[in-house]
């Protein structure tokens, strides 16, 4: 069975500053992806960022990036240069064949 | 463009009173459907997907079902609710397998009474 595990309910960062979020997955797959959801007050998932675990280069999309540690079974997400509109909970997910875990959440607040 | 719609947005519904949720996907032909259930606090409950028109896989066993009566189509029903079938339910849909990821409907806030 694959889980994912985000060991941080609640964190929080000032604006324009960096923040990392933490997520360890584990799974017998070889081939798998990993993704970072954003999911604002509108309650619509966003999809933030996508890695494959056969790709040793980490993700990068504008200022979110990721750190992913293969043999670690890690993928911690992180925000660059904060800002009020990234306030929302951030969901990690664990993708294979029709079978995509979530862990529980980050819920992350930007402050002014 | 490929457009995702879920509808009702909000629905309260007596204990015992059946349940029939829509989603509907346009712009694409023979997507992969699911349908997620998200608990108050709490990360996403895979309960059903679906490869193709008939077919149905199910994660969970309880009081819900689904179906997909057309290609673009995906219903959640239930014969009778539970209190605990409240939540926040998802519907979304992938190309092949999902390893680009899966693309969210907006949500139907269920609240049983």
């Known amino acids: 069975a694959q889980t994912v595990t985000q060991s941080q309910p609640e964190m929080s960062v000032q604006e324009a500053e960096t923040v990392t979020l933490s997520c360890t997955y584990d799974?017998?797959?070889?081939?798998?992806?990993l993704f970072w959801y954003k999911q604002p007050p509108s309650r619509q998932m966003i999809l933030v960022i996508r890695?494959?675990?056969?790709?040793?280069q980490n993700a990068t999309e504008n200022r979110f990036s990721v750190n992913f540690q293969k043999a670690a079974k890690s993928f911690s997400l992180k925000i660059s240069d904060s800002q009020l509109g990234d306030t929302a909970m951030y969901f990690c997910?664990?993708?294979?064949?029709?079978?995509?875990?979530f862990g529980a959440g980050t819920r992350l607040t930007v402050k002014p | 463009s490929q457009t995702i719609h879920q509808w009702p947005a909000t629905l309260v519904q007596p204990v015992g009173s059946p349940l029939s949720l829509e989603c509907t996907v346009e712009?694409?032909?023979?997507?992969?459907l699911y349908w997620y259930r998200q608990a108050a606090g709490r990360g996403l409950q895979l309960l059903f997907y679906?490869?193709?028109?008939?077919?149905i896989s199910s994660e969970v066993p309880q009081n819900l079902s689904a179906s997909r009566p057309q290609d673009r189509q995906f219903i959640l029903s239930s014969k009778k609710l539970l209190l605990s079938d409240s939540g926040f339910y998802l519907c979304?849909?992938?190309?092949?397998?999902?390893?680009?990821?899966?693309?969210f409907g907006s949500g139907t806030r269920l609240t049983v009474v």
């Open positions: 979304a849909w992938s190309v092949g397998t999902g390893n680009y990821g899966y693309t």
């Open positions: 799974t017998s797959e070889s081939n798998y992806y």
């Open positions: 890695q494959e675990a056969y790709k040793q």
């Open positions: 997910a664990l993708s294979n064949n029709n079978d995509m875990r």
């Open positions: 712009g694409t032909s023979n997507p992969n």
């Open positions: 679906s490869v193709g028109i008939g077919q």
